[in-house]
């Protein structure tokens, strides 16, 4: 009974501080906070936890170990069914980002509080929040990555991996809530477009990510980019700007 009781209270403290940590950042929520709306002593959280910067990492570990495992799962099952052949571009980018924003529709991986708790701290200035996620995504990044390079042998790796960059920066904005869309365009969003409308958001992002790894090559004010290869030494690409295609 008492170890039950110890399951439930630490669960609750997770459950706490995720949900302050989404409303309030890692700087703005104190200890304090997360013991009182969780109804537990200090002692309790550092028996448990030990800082709040491990029970930060154990709000995002109990998502990120499940989520990376089914990334994993599913580009493994994709490269099964396709017996050697490279995956389409499209099959890829949704076992990446459409396994994340899936998670929306499932309350026991936290729902839209974890996602929005993960599109806020992916911009968030802290540095050990940026190594932990890091080291987190680091294998499941180099798979999907490989993946690419191996669905589009002529665009260039740098491409790709800009281009994916990009995709993780509008994914983040996009699950991190619509407060800053509000800012910025003072527009009043409607409740059928809130962030909470997942199946607004998701065709919307996953249309708007697709868009962007198919559009052309960039054109560079040179007469051609220099690209290093894996050996150190240089070449040059004629700044053509192709089509890619994703589909």
Do not use: C
């Amino acid at each position: 009974m008492a170890e039950v009781k110890s399951v439930d209270t630490r669960e609750r403290i997770l459950d706490v501080a995720e949900r302050l940590f989404m409303g309030h950042g890692y700087d703005g929520t104190s200890m304090r906070m997360i013991t009182s709306e969780a109804s537990v002593n200090l002692a309790a959280v550092n028996y448990h936890f030990g800082s709040k910067e491990s029970l930060m990492q154990e709000v995002f570990r109990r998502r990120l170990d499940w989520l990376n495992e089914e990334r994993m799962r599913v580009l493994n099952t994709l490269e099964r069914e396709a017996a050697g052949k490279a995956l389409k571009p499209s099959q890829i980018v949704d076992g990446f980002f459409g396994t994340l924003l899936r998670m929306a529709d499932d309350e026991k991986r936290g729902g839209t509080t974890f996602l929005r708790l993960l599109g806020r701290t992916l911009t968030d200035p802290s540095e050990f929040i940026r190594t932990f996620l890091a080291h987190e995504y680091a294998a499941v990044v180099d798979r999907y990555k490989e993946a690419l390079f191996k669905a589009l042998p002529d665009v260039p790796k740098a491409e790709i991996v800009w281009r994916f960059h990009f995709m993780l920066g509008a994914t983040s904005y996009a699950i991190a809530g619509t407060d800053a869309l509000r800012l910025v365009t003072d527009w009043q969003i409607e409740e059928s477009d809130s962030i909470d409308r997942m199946d607004r958001l998701v065709p919307r992002l996953m249309s708007f990510l697709l868009g962007g790894l198919r559009s052309p090559l960039p054109q560079f004010s040179d007469a051609a980019a220099t690209v290093e290869t894996k050996a150190g030494h240089t070449t040059t690409e004629a700044n053509a700007g192709p089509t890619v295609d994703s589909k």
